[in-house]
């Protein structure tokens, strides 16, 4: 490391010193007690030249090691579920809201009138549930993009992703 002499020490200058020393000391050159010392020194340190003392009679540390490169862990793909869109997973919350408030509505009803009613909240909760369950195992979508003249001026997702160019 080159520190110009007399300048004050930074804390990224004091950083780059402690991971030296500890490179010094995995090497075996320095034992516990002398890093701990020599980083305590490092820290109190005002300018270069102090904090530099502290390598005097090392000798220059290699470069540090690459960090290894960890291959991603593979789940086998029976156990792991498959993940929702987060438009479907709205889509799906919204229509677990809307019934809920639905079915609740309908239960203080019932217990005000004190008979059970008509469950009306079927005719909201199932089409609907079918609708998005049909649409979450089919992967379809209905939405569109407008797409300038041409083609009724409106393409489908699916078409405007196989014409995208990466």
Do not use: K
């Not at 089919?138 to 078409?159: K, Q, V, Y």
């Amino acid at each position: 490391m080159d520190y110009a002499d007399g300048i004050r020490i930074s804390d990224s200058e004091r950083e780059r010193l402690v991971d030296e020393l500890g490179r010094h000391l995995t090497a075996g050159r320095l034992t516990i007690g002398e890093f701990d010392q020599r980083v305590g020194a490092v820290y109190r340190s005002v300018t270069t030249d102090e904090a530099r003392r502290v390598l005097s009679d090392l000798p220059a540390a290699p470069p540090p090691a690459p960090a290894p490169v960890r291959a991603p862990a593979r789940t086998p793909a029976r156990t792991a579920a498959p993940r929702l869109p987060a438009h479907q997973r709205i889509e799906w919350a919204a229509w677990a809201a809307a019934g809920t408030i639905n079915l609740a509505i309908w239960a203080i009803v019932s217990i005000a009138v004190g008979a059970t009613v008509y469950p009306w909240p079927i005719w909201v909760i199932g089409p609907w549930g079918l609708v998005l369950l049909g649409r979450t195992l089919a992967g379809r979508e209905g939405t569109t993009l407008p797409r300038g003249p041409g083609l009724g001026g409106r393409h489908t997702l699916r078409w405007c992703a196989s014409q995208t160019r990466l």
